[in-house]
């Protein structure tokens, strides 16, 4: 896919540790496959997430967090 700026969305990747190259390469395509635009990820590092990653693209977020799924375990349990 050619990288034009119509065609091109500016991202943000939050990660529990910074992604190889080829791990970022990996994602950038799976993300364009999905999206059907090219994407270009502003990797930012945040142990907090415990493991996976976040990522902002066009203002919807995709959460593939540990934290984010500890979280929802949490909610789980605490239902009556």
Do not use: N, W
């Amino acid at each position: 896919m050619s990288q034009t700026p119509e065609t091109t969305r500016s991202a943000v990747l939050r990660c529990a540790i910074a992604p190889t190259a080829e791990e970022l390469t990996d994602l950038c395509a799976r993300f364009e496959r999905l999206l059907g635009h090219t994407v270009c990820f502003a990797v930012e590092v945040d142990a907090s997430l415990i493991g996976g990653y976040v990522a902002l693209i066009a203002g919807k977020l995709y959460d593939f967090s540990v934290a984010s799924r500890l979280q929802q375990v949490k909610k789980e349990l605490e239902r009556p």
